[in-house]
């Protein structure tokens, strides 16, 4: 009976630590001026932080319910596919440009710097700036 009481003692330790560590990380990630996301192998962004919204006008909702490619200019697409496909075998891309549609219709160039984690997952991590644009008086930390 003693070891059930330690090991949930330990239990609740660890999930505290673990709320802690997120929390901690969530805060880091909103407070970047860049441009960060995660993306799974499927197409879509996974999370994405309050600097896209700023940047391109789309709720974070919005950013995370479609396939990525449904902002990105249609001639981009097959670069953009090409790119997917270095990740696909293990590779980071760094230095890729690519234009993504605003919510006001125009189009962006974004640059953009991407690692792969290599598991069965498939999840790509990102970060990316603004190449033709910065919007400075957007408040990056949602309230």
């Given at each position: 009976?003693?070891?059930?009481?330690?090991?949930?003692?330990?239990?609740?330790?660890?999930?505290?630590?673990?709320?802690?560590?997120?929390?901690?990380?969530?805060?880091?990630?909103?407070?970047?001026?860049?441009?960060?996301?995660?993306?799974?192998?499927?197409?879509?962004?996974?999370?994405?932080?309050?600097?896209?919204?700023?940047?391109?006008?789309?709720?974070?909702?919005?950013?995370?319910?479609?396939p990525?490619?449904y902002?990105?200019?249609?001639?981009?697409?097959?670069?953009?596919?090409?790119?997917?496909?270095?990740?696909?075998?293990?590779?980071?891309?760094?230095?890729?440009?690519?234009?993504?549609?605003?919510?006001?219709?125009?189009?962006?160039?974004?640059?953009?710097?991407?690692?792969?984690?290599?598991?069965?997952?498939?999840?790509?991590?990102?970060?990316?700036?603004?190449?033709d644009?910065?919007?400075?008086?957007?408040?990056?930390?949602?309230?």
């Open positions: 009976m003693e070891d059930n009481n330690n090991l949930l003692e330990e239990l609740k330790s660890l999930s505290e630590k673990l709320v802690e560590t997120e929390s901690i990380l969530s805060a880091f990630f909103n407070q970047v001026p860049f441009m960060l996301a995660v993306a799974s192998k499927d197409g879509r962004f996974i999370k994405v932080n309050y600097a896209w919204q700023c940047e391109l006008g789309w709720s974070l909702e919005e950013l995370c319910s479609n990525y490619k902002f990105i200019h249609p001639d981009d697409i097959d670069a953009t596919t090409e790119q997917e496909q270095r990740m696909d075998q293990g590779l980071s891309v760094k230095g890729f440009q690519n234009r993504y549609r605003h919510k006001d219709g125009t189009y962006i160039t974004i640059e953009w710097n991407s690692s792969p984690y290599v598991t069965e997952s498939g999840i790509t991590y990102t970060s990316c700036r603004i190449v644009k910065t919007c400075f008086a957007c408040p990056l930390v949602k309230k």
